[in-house]
């Protein structure tokens, strides 16, 4: 963190009173870095890890930099991965929450009519996967032409997952008059010959201590045989009492067998791997988010990208072969300054991954005792009381800023020839309320959604149980979505 504060960058009041709600106080060092210059629409080659506050770094100016009124969308977001473009788009919305940003998700599995519907409301941003952000171009249901912004995240990743190729296709069919600015953990030189290629002198920004290696996590490594890890496991659970722990596996196998295994001695867990359904995979993901359960098993699918409140242990059951994941890996923890920790797994054939991981972070990783018997009897109770309980998410960050936020449902919409401006008029003449208080609105044929905020839905629901809107008389409830 700076100290440097958000004061500095002349932001407009909407997005600050974002920022104080998602208690952003102080910029972190890639926001420093880049926030004024994206103001000054440059464009830029970040290189950072996730959890540095990278997604706000370009989220901020570009909330503030969009221009409202327009209808078409003027930022385009690429992400590697879909839950990484949900995510990316959650804190696109929180942060342009009081400007009424839309910022719209498309990826694939999902299906293609709900976004071609989505895409046909205001969209101010769309963040998306290459392949069907490619989909929707080639199907004409995407509008590229007023795009100002485009963002590249985690380039590295979009590199090993082969979609440079996709991402280059799509960055021809955008205006060049535009700013582009690439955020990645490394630069391999495939990266940069596409930055080279496509970015017009752009300015190279490294930030190197992110605090996700250093610093705020304390990084731990215990020798153990493989069939000695499911029991080491519960005995570390027990010792380490976390809050809440993602518990890394390799494979999806090693993820089913510990998640059984867990599940089976009462442990408030979950699983994720690639081989679930994509609704599965976003349904733990958000249990995992608002606490529904403490402990998550996971492949490498929940390391990238996911912004995860505190979450108290990283444990890597399996050693990370590829040294970048143990960084993607314990970066879930220890985020935007809190303390975390990260504890390895490693039998005694691994020593080389676990020595090509210690090069690559450059330090030692210190070892850990196995916890005695007698360390695991005295825990046992304060396990057991906190295991009795529900977790507590300290810090829900969208619940918070959707605190006095109520969304409407209204029983019509194109078909009765409604447009937004109409739900404006109408509301903003009730006593009490502003257009200030109308968030973001979405018609579609025979129904409509209206967000109201500050605490005001309450209000406007009664009121408008009497009110035509646009001559017609609409059924108004808090919608269930
Ligand atoms: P990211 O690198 O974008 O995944 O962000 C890492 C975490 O830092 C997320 O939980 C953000 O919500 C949080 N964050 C981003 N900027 C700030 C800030 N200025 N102050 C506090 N937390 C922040």
Redesign the pocket.
Known sequence: ?SKTNFEHYNLSDVIRKALDL???????KV?VEVIPKALKNQDLVVKSQ???????AFGIPICDMIEWEEKEPQALVLTPTRELAVQVQE?LTNIGRFKRIKATAVYGKEPFAKQKEELKQKTHIVVGTPGRVMDHIERETLDLSNIKYLIIDEADEMLNMGFIKKVEAIIKELPTNRVTMVFSATLPKDVENLCHKHMKDPVNIEIDDTGITTGTIDHRIIEVKQEEKLSLLKDITIVENPDSCIIFCRTKEHVDTVFEELEEANYACEKLHGGLEQEDRFAVMNGFKTGNFRYLVATDVAAR?I?I?NVTIVINYDVPLEKESYVHRTGRTG???NEGKAITFATPHEGKFVRSIENYIDFEISTMEVPSKQEVAKNRPAFEEKSSGRRIVKNN?TARINKDIVKLHFSGGKKKKIRAVDFVGTIAKIPGVTAEDIGIITIHDNFSYVDILNGKGSLVVQAMDNTPVKGKKLKVSTAIK
């Open positions: 963190m998602l208690k952003y106080d102080f910029p972190t926001q996730t959890g540095s506050g990278k997604t706000a804190d990208g912004d409140d985020r935007a300054g960050k």
